[in-house]
C-alpha cells in the first residue's frame, strides 16, 4: 500500500513538474530577475516549508564603530534641520520645498547620501541611510519623496549600472544638488504593468544618438529634473527568430538635451510639498553612450532599481510612525474624560498596543533588511516587498488610531495628524502597488517552491519503490512536524513564542505546495489564494524579524529588552494564530465558495456599472 501510495505521489507531481513555474500572464512588475535553485533566503525558504536562519539570525549589526559615530554625528544636524528650519505645515500650504529647504538640504549633504566619497558624496550604506531616512520620514514625508525620488530611484540606476564615464559626469552633480534626478517608468496606458510603456527610443542612421519620443506622467521631480532614467520601447532583433521586436532599455537622459519639457506640477491629495508632473520627450537626442545598462535589458534594470530602492520606505515610515505614537500617547495621558485619564481605559490601551507593536515589526524588518543589504546579500526581492508592503499599511493604520485617540481634535488641521494621514496614502500604490507586490511574494515564493519540488521529482525517477517510500516520508511528509529551528536560535526567554512560528513554517510550506499540486502553471490567476499565501509569508517573515531583535536586545540586556520581550509574545501569539487560521480556510469550501462569490458580485457590478441592489425605498 504505502509502495502504491509513494508511485501515485511520485506520477501525480511528475504530471505538474512541467507546469509548475508560471511564466506567462504575470503582471511586469513580478517578473522578477532569475532566483537560484538554492538561496540562504529565509524568506524564499519558508514557501518549500524549510527554515534557513543564515539571514535572519542573529539579529545583523553591520555598522563599524567608525560608521556608527559618523551615523549619531549626521543624526543631530539632520534632525535640528528638521525641527529647527523646515517647516512641514508650510510646505504642505503651498505645495512646494522652498529653495532656502532645497539649499539647506545640499549643504547637509542629503541629496548624496549613497554616493561614494570620490564623487562628492557622503558614501553612506545602507543601514546608515535608512537611519537618515527614518528622521526624514518623522518631520515632512513630501521632502522625504523630494530627496529620496532624488536618490533612492532617479540617479539609482546610474549607481548600480553606469559606466565609469557615466558616474564621473553625473554623480558630482546629483550629489551636491546641482542637479535633480527622476526616474521615469510610469504611462498613461502602464502602471503596474512596465512592460507595455510605449514612450520609444530609436537608434538613429548613423548609430551616435537615439531618437526619443512619448510622454511619462506622476513623475515625481518631473518639472525640477535635469537628469532622468528613462524607460522606452527599443527596436531588438530577436535571437531566435531573427524579426524585429520590441524590447525596454533605459537612457540616462538631460532636460538639456533638448525636446524634453514638463506639465504643471499635479495637485495631489498628499505629499503636496513633493513635485511631480508629466514628461513630454519631442525627437530627444540621446547619446549612444548615455544608455543604461544593456541595450534591450531595460525592464530588468527598472525593477532591481525599484527593489533595490524599496528598503528606505520602511524605514522613512518607522519614523513617520514613531512621531505620531508620541503624539497619541502624549495626548492620551494628559486627556481626562469621566475622571479618568484615557489612556487607563481598554479602548486606549489595545490602540497604543497595536500601534507600538506596528512600528517594532516595521523597524525591525526594514532595519534587518538593509542590514542584509549591507552584507551582501543578492537575493532580497521578497524581503523588500514585505518590508514596503508591510510599513505602508501599518502606518496607514497608526496615524488613523492616532487621529481616532484624538476625537475630534485629529481632525483639526492643527494637530498635523490630516496631512500626515494625506502624506502616507500613496505608500500603498507608487514603487509597486501592494497588490502587485503581493503577487510578487507569492509568485516569486510559489515559484522557489516550484523547482525543489520539480527536483525531488527528478530525484524520485531514478529510485526504487522502497526508496520512494522514504524520501516520501522526508520530502512530503514534513509538513507533519517541526524541527525546532528558530526555537534553537532564539533567547530562552522566548522559546514558548518561537516554537509557534516553527510551526507554521511546514504548514505553510504544505500548502503551498497543495496549491503548486492543484493549479500547476494555472496558479497565475488564483489571485484570491495569492494574497492569502501572500499575507500569510508577510505574518511569518515578521514574526522571525522582531523575534531575532528581541533576542538580540535581551542577550544585550538592553534597557528596554523586557518591554520588547512582551511585544514580541504579543506579536508572535497574534501572528501565528492569523496564520493558523488562514491557511486552515485557504481549502475550506466556503473560503472557494466566496472566492465564487466575490468574482460574480465583481463582474455583477461591472456590468451594471456600479453599485447593483435596488434602493431599500423603492426610488
Given at each position: 500500500?504505502a509502495?502504491?501510495m509513494?508511485?501515485h505521489m511520485?506520477?501525480s507531481?511528475a504530471?505538474q513538474?512541467?507546469k509548475?513555474?508560471?511564466?506567462?500572464?504575470?503582471?511586469?512588475m513580478?517578473q522578477q530577475?532569475h532566483?537560484?535553485?538554492?538561496s540562504?533566503?529565509?524568506a524564499?525558504n519558508?514557501?518549500?516549508?524549510?527554515?534557513?536562519?543564515?539571514?535572519v539570525?542573529?539579529?545583523p549589526?553591520?555598522l563599524?564603530?567608525?560608521?556608527?559615530?559618523?551615523?549619531?554625528m549626521l543624526?543631530?544636524?539632520?534632525?535640528?534641520?528638521f525641527?529647527?528650519?523646515n517647516?512641514?505645515?508650510h510646505?504642505d500650504?503651498v505645495a512646494?520645498v522652498?529653495?532656502?529647504?532645497?539649499?539647506?538640504l545640499?549643504?547637509l549633504?542629503?541629496?548624496g547620501?549613497q554616493?561614494?566619497?570620490?564623487?562628492g558624496?557622503?558614501?553612506?550604506?545602507?543601514?546608515?541611510?535608512?537611519r537618515?531616512?527614518?528622521?526624514v520620514g518623522?518631520?515632512?514625508?513630501?521632502?522625504?519623496?523630494?530627496?529620496?525620488?532624488?536618490?533612492?530611484?532617479?540617479?539609482?540606476?546610474?549607481?548600480?549600472y553606469?559606466?565609469?564615464?557615466?558616474k564621473e559626469k553625473?554623480?558630482?552633480?546629483?550629489?551636491?544638488g546641482?542637479?535633480v534626478?527622476?526616474?521615469?517608468?510610469?504611462?498613461p496606458?502602464?502602471?503596474?504593468?512596465a512592460?507595455?510603456?510605449?514612450?520609444?527610443a530609436?537608434?538613429?542612421?548613423d548609430?551616435?544618438h537615439y531618437?526619443?519620443n512619448?510622454s511619462?506622467?506622476?513623475i515625481?521631480?518631473?518639472?525640477?529634473?535635469?537628469?532622468?532614467?528613462?524607460?522606452?520601447?527599443?527596436?531588438?532583433?530577436?535571437?531566435?527568430?531573427?524579426?524585429m521586436v520590441?524590447?525596454?532599455?533605459?537612457?540616462?537622459?538631460q532636460?538639456s538635451?533638448?525636446g524634453?519639457?514638463s506639465?504643471?506640477?499635479e495637485?495631489k491629495?498628499?505629499?503636496?510639498a513633493s513635485?511631480?508632473?508629466?514628461?513630454?520627450?519631442?525627437?530627444?537626442?540621446i547619446p549612444k553612450e548615455?544608455l543604461?545598462?544593456?541595450y534591450?535589458?531595460?525592464?530588468?534594470?527598472a525593477?532591481?532599481?525599484l527593489?533595490?530602492g524599496r528598503?528606505?520606505?520602511?524605514?522613512?515610515?518607522?519614523?513617520?510612525?514613531?512621531?505620531v505614537?508620541?503624539?497619541?500617547?502624549?495626548f492620551a495621558?494628559?486627556?481626562t474624560?469621566?475622571?479618568?485619564k484615557?489612556?487607563?481605559y481598554?479602548a486606549?490601551?489595545?490602540?497604543?498596543a497595536?500601534?507600538?507593536?506596528?512600528?517594532y515589526?516595521?523597524?525591525?524588518?526594514?532595519?534587518m533588511?538593509?542590514?542584509?543589504?549591507?552584507?551582501?546579500v543578492?537575493?532580497?526581492?521578497?524581503?523588500a516587498?514585505?518590508?514596503k508592503?508591510f510599513?505602508?499599511?501599518?502606518?496607514?493604520?497608526?496615524?488613523d488610531?492616532?487621529i481616532?485617540?484624538?476625537g475630534g481634535m485629529?481632525?483639526?488641521k492643527?494637530?498635523g495628524?490630516?496631512?500626515?494621514?494625506r502624506?502616507?496614502?500613496?505608500?500603498?500604490i507608487?514603487e509597486?502597488?501592494?497588490?502587485?507586490?503581493?503577487?510578487?511574494?507569492?509568485?516569486?515564493?510559489?515559484?522557489?517552491a516550484?523547482?525543489?519540488l520539480?527536483q525531488d521529482?527528478?530525484?524520485m525517477?531514478?529510485?526504487?519503490?522502497?526508496?520512494?517510500?522514504?524520501?516520501?516520508n522526508?520530502?512530503f511528509l514534513?509538513r507533519?512536524s517541526?524541527?525546532?529551528?528558530i526555537?534553537?536560535?532564539?533567547?530562552p526567554?522566548?522559546?514558548n513564542v518561537a516554537?509557534?512560528?516553527d510551526v507554521?513554517?511546514?504548514?505553510?510550506?504544505?500548502t503551498?505546495?497543495?496549491?503548486?499540486?492543484e493549479?500547476?502553471?494555472?496558479?497565475?490567476?488564483q489571485?484570491?489564494?495569492?494574497?492569502?499565501?501572500?499575507?500569510?509569508?508577510i505574518?511569518?517573515?515578521?514574526m522571525v524579524a522582531?523575534?531575532?531583535?528581541?533576542s538580540?536586545?535581551?542577550?544585550?540586556?538592553l534597557?528596554s529588552?523586557?518591554?520588547e520581550r512582551?511585544?514580541?509574545?504579543?506579536?508572535v501569539s497574534?501572528?501565528?494564530?492569523?496564520?493558523r487560521?488562514?491557511?486552515?480556510?485557504?481549502?475550506n469550501?466556503?473560503?472557494?465558495?466566496?472566492?465564487q462569490?466575490?468574482q460574480?458580485?465583481?463582474n455583477?457590478?461591472?456590468?451594471n456599472?456600479g453599485?447593483?441592489?435596488?434602493?431599500?425605498?423603492?426610488f
Amino acid at each position: 500500500m504505502a509502495s502504491s501510495m509513494c508511485r501515485h505521489m511520485a506520477r501525480s507531481c511528475a504530471s505538474q513538474a512541467a507546469k509548475r513555474v508560471p511564466r506567462h500572464g504575470v503582471p511586469a512588475m513580478t517578473q522578477q530577475r532569475h532566483i537560484s535553485e538554492q538561496s540562504p533566503s529565509f524568506a524564499l525558504n519558508m514557501f518549500r516549508g524549510e527554515v534557513n536562519t543564515t539571514e535572519v539570525f542573529p539579529y545583523p549589526q553591520v555598522l563599524t564603530e567608525e560608521q556608527a559615530e559618523e551615523t549619531r554625528m549626521l543624526v543631530d544636524p539632520t534632525t535640528k534641520f528638521f525641527e529647527e528650519v523646515n517647516d512641514a505645515a508650510h510646505n504642505d500650504d503651498v505645495a512646494e520645498v522652498p529653495p532656502k529647504i532645497m539649499k539647506g538640504l545640499a549643504e547637509l549633504g542629503a541629496f548624496g547620501l549613497q554616493v561614494p566619497n570620490d564623487f562628492g558624496g557622503l558614501g553612506l550604506t545602507n543601514t546608515q541611510y535608512a537611519r537618515l531616512t527614518e528622521i526624514v520620514g518623522a518631520h515632512d514625508l513630501g521632502v522625504g519623496i523630494q530627496i529620496g525620488a532624488h536618490q533612492s530611484i532617479g540617479f539609482k540606476g546610474i549607481l548600480l549600472y553606469g559606466t565609469d564615464a557615466q558616474k564621473e559626469k553625473y554623480l558630482p552633480k546629483v550629489a551636491s544638488g546641482e542637479w535633480v534626478a527622476a526616474f521615469c517608468l510610469t504611462e498613461p496606458s502602464s502602471g503596474s504593468d512596465a512592460n507595455s510603456i510605449r514612450c520609444r527610443a530609436v537608434p538613429s542612421e548613423d548609430g551616435s544618438h537615439y531618437i526619443l519620443n512619448g510622454s511619462k506622467i506622476w513623475i515625481s521631480n518631473g518639472s525640477i529634473a535635469e537628469v532622468m532614467t528613462v524607460f522606452a520601447q527599443t527596436p531588438v532583433r530577436d535571437e531566435k527568430t531573427g524579426q524585429m521586436v520590441d524590447k525596454v532599455s533605459a537612457f540616462i537622459v538631460q532636460r538639456s538635451f533638448g525636446g524634453v519639457t514638463s506639465g504643471s506640477p499635479e495637485k495631489k491629495m498628499g505629499i503636496k510639498a513633493s513635485n511631480t508632473a508629466e514628461v513630454y520627450y519631442d525627437n530627444v537626442k540621446i547619446p549612444k553612450e548615455n544608455l543604461l545598462g544593456e541595450y534591450g535589458k531595460g525592464f530588468k534594470v527598472a525593477m532591481n532599481i525599484l527593489n533595490n530602492g524599496r528598503f528606505g520606505m520602511g524605514a522613512a515610515l518607522t519614523g513617520s510612525m514613531k512621531k505620531v505614537i508620541a503624539q497619541a500617547t502624549q495626548f492620551a495621558t494628559d486627556r481626562t474624560q469621566f475622571k479618568e485619564k484615557i489612556h487607563t481605559y481598554g479602548a486606549i490601551q489595545e490602540k497604543l498596543a497595536r500601534m507600538g507593536a506596528a512600528c517594532y515589526l516595521t523597524e525591525s524588518i526594514a532595519f534587518m533588511l538593509s542590514s542584509n543589504m549591507d552584507l551582501g546579500v543578492t537575493e532580497f526581492q521578497v524581503e523588500a516587498a514585505i518590508s514596503k508592503v508591510f510599513a505602508s499599511e501599518a502606518a496607514w493604520m497608526v496615524a488613523d488610531e492616532a487621529i481616532q485617540i484624538h476625537g475630534g481634535m485629529g481632525f483639526m488641521k492643527d494637530t498635523g495628524l490630516e496631512r500626515v494621514v494625506r502624506d502616507l496614502r500613496i505608500f500603498r500604490i507608487f514603487e509597486g502597488a501592494n497588490e502587485i507586490l503581493r503577487l510578487l511574494i507569492a509568485l516569486t515564493g510559489v515559484q522557489y517552491a516550484g523547482s525543489a519540488l520539480k527536483q525531488d521529482v527528478k530525484a524520485m525517477s531514478k529510485m526504487d519503490v522502497g526508496a520512494i517510500a522514504n524520501f516520501a516520508n522526508k520530502k512530503f511528509l514534513w509538513r507533519l512536524s517541526s524541527d525546532d529551528a528558530i526555537t534553537r536560535c532564539v533567547h530562552p526567554d522566548l522559546a514558548n513564542v518561537a516554537g509557534l512560528v516553527d510551526v507554521c513554517v511546514p504548514a505553510f510550506g504544505a500548502t503551498v505546495t497543495s496549491l503548486l499540486q492543484e493549479h500547476g502553471k494555472d496558479i497565475v490567476g488564483q489571485q484570491f489564494a495569492l494574497k492569502h499565501v501572500a499575507n500569510c509569508a508577510i505574518d511569518i517573515y515578521g514574526m522571525v524579524a522582531v523575534l531575532s531583535r528581541c533576542s538580540r536586545s535581551l542577550s544585550e540586556g538592553l534597557p528596554s529588552a523586557e518591554h520588547e520581550r512582551v511585544m514580541t509574545e504579543f506579536i508572535v501569539s497574534e501572528g501565528s494564530a492569523r496564520v493558523r487560521q488562514t491557511l486552515k480556510g485557504m481549502g475550506n469550501l466556503v473560503t472557494l465558495d466566496n472566492y465564487q462569490r466575490m468574482q460574480h458580485l465583481s463582474n455583477q457590478m461591472v456590468e451594471n456599472g456600479g453599485y447593483v441592489a435596488s434602493h431599500p425605498l423603492g426610488f
